[in-house]
């Protein structure tokens, strides 16, 4: 089956660790996105990449990073300089051209501790 | 900057209902608008998309349709059921601007009581 997997589903953090969250996909599309959702707050942007080896900061970058050296996969890194960064975190895709639809993963909830 | 604004947060109604979602979003200079449907704990579904020289689109007991000029998009339910219960969220896609410029509502909460 095609489709974006995130692992793990849940996630717990120590203050002062670094974490990495995972985004596979399988659906041959060139562009990925990560977001953060909150309660109460739309999916905010954290950073995007349009094709391999290529990304850019979204709206909300501060304390992430992120690395695309493989067209299936987009891992996001969740540094210690987050300050803030108990949520839940999508991962999605989009091919370029053609269909604007977006393909969402199932999610990480992350947790600090 | 575009806001996107549903309202209400949270609705409940009876299984078997008819009901509207609404979508209302500042700039009307969009190139889409879509409609998704989140369950709790997981990531979004795609249920419609409308260009922005559409009125609707139909997919089944679902019909969204958007008016630019008054910055509105209705998601229209028919004949709702247990199942349904979900959060709805609209997107708005710019006109200028890639798909990273695309604005999230914070969606409508829908609980079906059978």
């Known amino acids: 089956d095609g489709g974006i997997t995130q692992s793990p589903k849940y996630l717990f953090r120590k203050e002062g660790q670094n974490v990495t969250l995972s985004c596979e996909q399988n659906l041959n599309h060139d562009a990925m996105y990560w977001y953060r959702q909150d309660p109460g707050q739309g999916l905010r942007l954290i950073y995007y990449s349009q094709i391999v080896n290529d990304f850019q900061k979204g709206d909300i970058a501060e304390g992430y990073s992120v690395s695309r050296e493989k067209k299936e996969s987009f891992p996001l890194t969740v540094t210690s300089a987050q300050k803030n960064p108990t949520a839940f975190y999508l991962c999605?895709?989009?091919?370029?051209?053609?269909?604007?639809?977006?393909?969402f993963g199932p999610g990480t909830r992350l947790t600090v501790l | 900057k575009q806001e996107v604004t549903q309202i209400p947060a949270a609705l409940s109604v009876p299984e078997g209902e008819n009901l509207v979602l609404n979508c209302s979003f500042t700039?009307?200079?969009?190139?889409?608008l879509q409609w998704f449907r989140q369950d709790p704990g997981k990531g979004l579904t795609s249920l419609l998309l409308i260009q922005s020289s559409q009125r609707e689109q139909t997919s089944g007991r679902l019909n969204a349709s958007l008016d630019k000029s008054s910055g509105r998009s209705t998601l229209y339910i028919a004949a709702s059921q247990p199942g349904d219960s979900a959060t709805y969220l609209c997107?708005?896609?710019?006109?200028?601007?890639?798909?990273?410029?695309?604005?999230f509502g914070t969606g409508t909460k829908l609980q079906v009581i059978p």
């Open positions: 999605a895709s989009r091919t370029s051209g053609g269909s604007d639809t977006q393909y």
């Open positions: 997107a708005v896609h710019p006109y200028s601007g890639g798909y990273q410029k695309v604005t």
């Open positions: 700039d009307s200079a969009i190139y889409n």
